[in-house]
């Protein structure tokens, strides 16, 4: 069963509501990417059927012209360099579509950036608070930081430390915090959006 996120209903004023943002934006770039990728790849007249069927699903635009500007090339600007850095989108796509394989096993560590930026804004704001999800988040975002598996010292999980029907416990020393294909985890790349809306919701003054 697919349900949609609360994005619309994170409070803008508040801290969760950019970083889960970006991370929803940055996972969406990778879907695209590697969507446009394969196209490029394939040529966009590689068969009038392929792309009748995309059109159906609302998955290609009537024209090459119109799709194209999806993706422009992205220029930064350097406090370093004497020029602004051009990234090129035929660059990045050629590499996303070479190494995909590769590359979308780091999606787990995006998952758990944003755990700690998060944890990082809850410290900040109410450092005293040991409830269980709050716990269940400090958990999460030190596993993120110790390669993305659980790392516990003797005295770990010294409290409660969950979330839902989820609880972090002393048996998961070692133990992937995200699921991927074929390695078995605690949690999905939606579950960090979850949890904020969770903690976001019990202490509306954070």
Excluded at 5 to 33: K, Q, T
Aim: charged letters at 20%; proline letters at 5%.
């Amino acid at each position: 069963m697919t349900t949609i996120a609360p994005l619309a209903h994170f409070d803008r004023n508040r801290s969760f509501y950019p970083i889960v943002m970006h991370y929803c934006l940055a996972l969406w770039g990778i879907v695209e990417s590697g969507k446009r990728g394969f196209l490029d790849q394939i040529g966009f007249d590689y068969e009038n059927m392929i792309l009748d069927e995309m059109k159906k699903f609302r998955m290609l635009d009537e024209s090459r012209e119109a799709y194209s500007k999806l993706l422009v090339p992205l220029t930064l600007n350097s406090t370093v360099g004497k020029d602004q850095l051009t990234v090129l989108q035929s660059v990045v796509l050629a590499e996303f579509l070479m190494n995909h394989n590769y590359l979308l096993t780091f999606l787990p560590l995006f998952a758990g950036h944003l755990l700690t930026l998060a944890h990082e804004v809850c410290t900040e704001r109410d450092p005293q608070n040991n409830d269980p999800i709050r716990e269940f988040l400090r958990h999460s975002r030190n596993a993120a930081s110790h390669g993305g598996k659980f790392s516990f010292t003797a005295q770990e999980p010294r409290r409660d430390a969950s979330w839902g029907n989820l609880t972090i416990l002393k048996s998961m020393q070692g133990t992937p915090l995200f699921k991927q294909s074929n390695i078995p985890g605690l949690l999905g790349l939606a579950d960090p959006i979850y949890l904020l809306w969770d903690i976001e919701q019990a202490y509306p003054n954070l």
